[in-house]
């Protein structure tokens, strides 16, 4: 009787020890949610845009938040954050500071004075062709080239890339 005390008191002891000794798991969670509502934006029909001479970055005009598409997406500055969005109405979601295309932070300050030599285009045709666009770098040849694409005309530098209203409908 003796050794099966001695045993279960044994058992019991390390039992014990492993329990005061064994590192415990434990989750430990903070969360800070500072939530700054984002105003609601409402656009009733898809916006025309024109294209920020020097960039790749559509702003639409007629809308009097800064929002810009751009890569697909549309962003939209606010209060020091940024958001970005599938479709211009939202919905919104942050992003972080790091993920902001350096093209939107570059964007001028004066970008809504832009010239009204500046087509408008249709947010579809936007949509539909800033991929091909940007990589056969369509705004920047728009200076070099005259009515029908030949070459003509004075080069213009990088501030004076853009595009007037003579050519949106070949291309």
Not at 8 to 15: E, I, P, Q, Y
Not at 51 to 75: A, K, L
Request: charged share 25%; net charge positive.
């Amino acid at each position: 009787m003796k050794k099966i005390l001695l045993s279960a008191f044994s058992s019991f002891m390390v039992f014990l020890a492993f329990i005061l000794v064994a590192p415990r798991t434990g989750n430990a969670e903070v969360n800070v949610n500072v939530n700054i509502p984002l105003p609601g934006l409402v656009i009733p029909a898809p916006p025309a845009l024109i294209v920020i001479p020097g960039t790749y970055v559509y702003y639409p005009p007629d809308v009097d938040v800064d929002i810009f598409f751009y890569h697909g997406y549309w962003y939209r500055p606010y209060r020091g954050g940024w958001y970005i969005a599938n479709g211009y109405n939202g919905p919104w979601r942050t992003v972080g500071p790091r993920y902001v295309p350096r093209a939107l932070i570059n964007v001028p300050p004066a970008h809504r004075r832009i010239s009204s030599e500046h087509e408008r285009l249709p947010y579809g045709t936007v949509r539909q062709n800033w991929r091909t666009w940007e990589r056969d770098r369509h705004w920047d040849h728009r200076g070099e080239r005259g009515e029908r694409g030949e070459r003509g005309g004075a080069r213009q530098g990088r501030e004076g890339r853009g595009h007037d209203k003579r050519r949106h409908n070949e291309d």
